[in-house]
């Protein structure tokens, strides 16, 4: 079964917007992790924030985390065209394994 | 490319046949997992590894799946008599371990059973 749930399923932007996709999950967490998938391919990490930290910023991207209602979010600021792809939450349980979430595709538009 | 390999990259099988699909995880992790990921899914846990070891299985994993890592590297994911429903995409990640480890994914292997 699949821990969390993006919000919005689909979203589609312009060039050099901002990208805001959200996440849920229903159990506790160590960590949250946002991972990135082109169409067809495997997945590449982005950005693991512990569960004592509420925000972390890489590069364009900036995730939150608020524990206290279960849900992250990832910012991409001024997106690209090879900002494209699928975007999954995961979150960790007991250390072992991920639990992704259905994924957030995003389009951005030249 | 993260450092894992999956070979093959697309397997067409007929209904019935056994496949075996490979990974090469990065040299030094220890911690080798496999998920599976139908389309417009996020991935789904199957198994994983501590070394050789295979330490935690999903139900999803039923008695025609095995797994294999034989000498802590390289592991093999096996499926026997397989079925439509087996038609997915197969990917295999690493990870050093620990309790805030990145886990590194493969290309993964698309299935398609006819």
């Known amino acids: 079964s699949q821990q969390g749930e993006e919000d919005p399923q689909a979203l589609s932007i312009q060039e050099g917007e901002n990208a805001t996709m959200n996440c849920s999950y229903k159990t506790s967490i160590n960590n949250l992790q946002w991972y990135r998938q082109n169409s067809g391919r495997g997945l590449v990490h982005l950005i693991l924030i512990r569960s004592n930290e509420r925000e972390k910023h890489s590069g364009r991207l900036r995730v939150t985390l608020d524990t206290s209602k279960k849900s992250s979010s990832l910012l991409i600021t001024a997106s690209r065209a090879a900002d494209t792809a699928s975007y999954f939450c995961a979150t960790d349980e007991g250390a072992q394994k991920l639990v992704f979430g259905q994924g957030t595709r995003l389009t951005i538009n030249p | 490319d993260t450092g894992v390999s999956q070979d093959p990259r697309h397997k067409i099988t007929k209904r019935g046949q056994n496949v075996t699909f490979r990974c090469d995880p990065i040299s030094e992790h220890n911690r080798l997992y496999w998920y599976r990921q139908t389309l417009g899914q996020g991935p789904e846990f199957l198994t994983y590894?501590?070394?050789?070891?295979?330490?935690?299985k999903s139900r999803l994993l039923s008695d025609r799946f095995s797994a294999e890592r034989p000498k802590g590297s390289f592991s093999t994911l096996e499926i026997q008599r397989t079925e439509q429903g087996d038609s997915a995409m197969y990917l295999c990640?690493?990870?050093?371990?620990?309790?805030?480890?990145?886990?590194?994914f493969g290309p993964g292997t698309r299935l398609t059973v006819l």
């Open positions: 990640a690493s990870s050093l371990g620990g309790t805030a480890s990145e886990q590194f």
């Open positions: 590894f501590q070394n050789e070891a295979q330490l935690e």
